[in-house]
């Protein structure tokens, strides 16, 4: 009998094991066997009776997910709009959170749309392999989430208004036991609006005990002119104090780009957004398109967004992990300290329990510049 819970993979999809299948969603939401589509609308039963949450009040937490385990999500699809008539920054209003066994502070937590790689509050294309946002902000995420004993996984709106529609599909398998070895996934959203100079910009911290570290998000507001891309990435790993264990070469470097990721069209130098399995650049804009309005344009700082995964080279840890990064630019004269406005969100997997997370910044200081 093949057992091996984890590969799920082309070639291995010949091959048994004894999981069961589920899936949660607004029609099944304990995704009980043989209750799906059952609810009725005008078609009649079981046609498209719910097929989604009707209205996040502000100020409310949502349970989108209680599953007694053992088990494993492997698929998680989301979407919603991304305005109403109050404001233009609901993905950034929206905070998702997983909760593992008897865990009280969240494994993961994040605006929903930085989770999905989506920041600044605004929708983007992104084609990579455990994350993919397609359009119009179709949701979706392949990173498997294991948990022996339970899992819980909420939405909390704050947002100004009510949200009118919230969609999802959580599908996961339950099995008899997990293998011993199994870690739990991780994920955190950090942010300073404003650098400081000559200090590194902290990704992820605090992180104590053994695990492997399996990507990066990057939201960066440019608040300087000229080059910002050359601050090294730093991986501090098992006692690591002063210098780090690993250390990159540039920030466009650890996204797989090279020389600014710039080509150059008549005279003017123009920047290529991409997505690959493993890295990208999806998002690049210097303009508010969402706002309209008499008395202003539609300028603001240009912003960036990059996603890095650690899926073929994982970084493992022991003991513990910290993960920081330069703000280091390049102008004319050579290279120059920068101060920016840099948000993240750090993946992970360790084994529980972990280090509770600093209070997520409230919703005013997480809005775009």
């Known amino acids: 009998m093949f057992n091996n819970l984890f590969m799920n993979g082309l070639s291995t999809l010949p091959l048994m094991n004894n999981g069961k299948s589920r ?44 599953i007694e385990g053992p088990g494993i999500i492997q698929y998680i699809w989301i979407t919603v709009t991304d305005k109403t008539e109050a404001d233009y920054f609901v993905l950034r209003d929206l905070v998702i959170r997983f909760y593992w066994d008897d865990e009280e502070e969240p494994s993961v937590e994040s605006p929903l749309g930085d989770f999905f790689c989506n920041g600044f509050g605004r929708g983007c294309i992104i ?41 999802y599909q959580i599908d996961y398998c339950l099995y008899d036991e997990l293998p011993e070895e199994t870690a739990y996934f991780h994920a955190q959203w950090k942010r300073e609006r404003l650098t400081e100079k000559q200090k590194d910009y902290t990704i992820l911290d605090g992180v104590k005990g053994k695990g492997q570290y399996i990507g990066t998000y ?60 493993f890295l990208g650049y999806p998002y690049y804009s210097h303009h508010d398109e969402e706002v309209h309005n008499l008395y202003h344009n539609d ?26 990064i330069q703000q280091i630019g390049v102008n004319h004269k050579g290279l120059f300290e920068r101060q920016d406005d840099l948000a993240s969100v750090a993946y992970w997997y360790q084994a529980e329990p972990h280090t509770p997370f600093v209070p997520l910044m409230k919703k005013e200081d997480r809005w775009p510049r």
């Open 218 to 277: 990057i939201a960066l507001t440019t608040l300087e002119r000229y080059w910002w891309g050359e601050g090294e990435l730093k991986v501090y790993l098992d006692g690591d104090e002063d210098y780090p264990t690993i250390c990159g070469t540039g920030m466009e470097d650890y996204f797989g780009g090279a020389w600014s990721f710039a080509l150059q069209e008549d005279g003017k130098t123009v920047e290529n957004t991409y997505c690959t399995p």
């Open 127 to 167: 084609n990579s392999m455990p994350i993919v946002v397609n359009p119009t902000r179709g949701m979706n995420c392949y990173f498997p989430m294991p948990f022996r004993k339970k899992t819980r996984i909420t939405i909390e709106n704050q947002h100004e208004v009510e949200v009118p529609a919230f969609f």
């Open 299 to 324: 300028d603001c700082p240009p912003m960036r967004g990059f996603y890095r995964w650690h899926i073929m080279d994982p970084i493992r840890f022991a003991e513990d992990i910290r993960v920081t």
């Open 23 to 66: 899936a949660i969603t607004a029609e099944n939401p304990h995704g009980e066997k043989g209750k799906g589509g059952m609810a009725a609308s005008n078609l009649g039963k079981s046609r498209k009776g719910s097929p989604c949450l009707r209205g996040l009040a502000p100020g409310s937490t949502t349970t989108l997910a209680e």
